[in-house]
């Protein structure tokens, strides 16, 4: 970017836009009000943050910007899931979907433009990759999601008062009501490996000046970039999701393939680690279901005692489909057996319900629309990857 071109206040997180205040000769409290006007109202023109004064106004006007991806399209869901493909300004596509529940409404949330990692039943890796998502990128898909779903009435859930970040010297009173109540960073990519952007997007989300969410309600899943999950755990403990979907190093090395560089053990650790420093909330395991390959009783067994010393949830997610995949979802009765074995071993499991399958917004069906550097996408189409 130019050095005079306008700078995006969307990049900013409160720390960010405090200094770009300062270095302006304004007041630091400058960035909270930004923040509330865009965040909380929805505003996004300066000439209607009317308590900003006319010469700051028109400073921002000349000096800043607020770019956002444009909708290309939005589809909903018989269940009430909502999905939207937006465009990014290299024209590049990613995919956002919310999903409302009795007391909640979940935005899924994409990190990157494709995915790096090629696990080997993920729709999104098949896509290959392109880049990681700015932060204006990332936090434009709450702000687009909230306010697209006001627009046409979805949504209005109360925020509870678990946020311990709620603080009363906030003057914003409007009605807190927002569609999206929590978010999940489990769209497209790996955020562990956007790990500067996806922390500062974070800190907006929680930000009591922003979308105010507490941490609980802000939950991060990885397929398990070890080192960066220590990292995350000083900076920004968040909720935590690991994607196992195995129980041994053999069988997730070919399954999620970053399980190479860092195997099982080591995974737990950081895992360990992370519930142990500030954040004392059961981790999430992420296990597909895949039909003969990772569903059997023996490995529910195997599963739990790797568990027995974690606070530990597991989500059971029934496996989604897509064109050209080698893989088959496990039948219920399956996939309930396998429920029982963990619960009978004190692990404490959930199945996934499959919410938006008929939009291809459900797990892993998240593929975007966009140039894959990696060229990944076009090996795949051309060699049939076999899985034994
Ligand atoms: N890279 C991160 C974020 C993606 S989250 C991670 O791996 O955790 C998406 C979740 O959906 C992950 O648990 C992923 O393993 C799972 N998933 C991917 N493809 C799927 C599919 N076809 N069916 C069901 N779940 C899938």
């Known amino acids: ?65 607020f770019t956002m991806p444009e909708i290309v399209s939005q589809q909903l869901s ?17 995919e956002t979907v919310y999903i409302p529940e009795k007391d909640r409404g979940t935005l ?10 090629n696990c080997t039943f993920c729709a999104t890796a098949r896509q290959g990759y392109n880049r990681n998502l700015d932060v204006d ?7 687009i999601a909230n306010n697209a779903l006001e627009s046409i009435g979805v949504g209005g859930y109360f925020q509870d008062d678990d946020s311990t970040n709620q603080s009363s010297n906030s003057t914003f009173t409007v009605d807190q009501r927002r569609p999206v109540t929590n978010v999940v960073m489990m769209g497209m990519g790996e955020p562990l490996l956007n790990f500067d952007n996806v922390v500062a997007s974070m800190n907006l989300m929680m930000d009591d000046f922003s ?9 991060l899943s990885t397929a398990g970039v070890v080192p960066a999950i220590s990292r995350l755990a000083e900076t920004c403990p968040v909720s935590l999701a690991v994607s196992l979907h195995a129980p041994t190093d053999d069988l997730r090395n070919r399954l999620v393939p970053i399980n190479k560089k860092y195997p099982i053990e080591q995974l737990l650790d950081a895992c360990r680690q992370y ?24 490995q529910a067994l195997q599963l739990a005692k790797l568990l027995v010393d974690m606070p530990a949830k597991v989500n059971l997610i029934p496996f989604n489909p897509f064109d050209g995949v080698q893989f088959a979802r496990s039948n219920s ?30 797990c ?15 090996r795949m189409s051309q060699q049939r990857v076999s899985f034994s």
């Open 333 to 362: 009765k399956t996939i309930d057996r396998f429920t029982e074995t963990l619960l009978d071993q004190g692990v404490f499991t959930i199945k996934r319900r499959t919410r938006g399958d008929d939009i291809d917004a459900a």
């Open 1 to 65: 970017m130019l050095d005079d071109s306008p700078i995006n206040l969307l990049s900013m997180d409160r720390k960010t836009m405090e200094s770009f205040f300062l270095d302006m000769g304004e007041k630091r409290f400058r960035a909270k009000q930004l923040l509330q006007w865009i965040y909380q109202r929805n505003v996004v023109n300066v000439d209607e943050m009317t308590d900003l004064s006319k010469s700051l106004r028109k400073k921002l006007g000349l000096e800043a910007c």
């Open 78 to 94: 018989k269940d009430g899931t909502c999905k939207w493909l937006l465009k990014l300004r290299d024209g590049n596509c990613i």
């Open 364 to 378: 892993g069906q998240l593929a975007g629309n966009f140039h894959d550097r990696t060229k990944r996408s076009i």
């Open 108 to 117: 899924c949330v994409s990190s990157q433009v494709g995915c790096g990692l």
């Open 137 to 143: 990128e990332i936090i434009s898909q709450v702000w």
């Open 275 to 298: 519930v142990g420093e500030k954040n004392r909330q059961r981790i999430t395991f992420e296990y597909v279901m895949l039909k003969g390959v990772n569903d059997s009783p023996a």
């Open 211 to 219: 979308f105010g969410l507490s941490k609980r309600r802000v939950t």
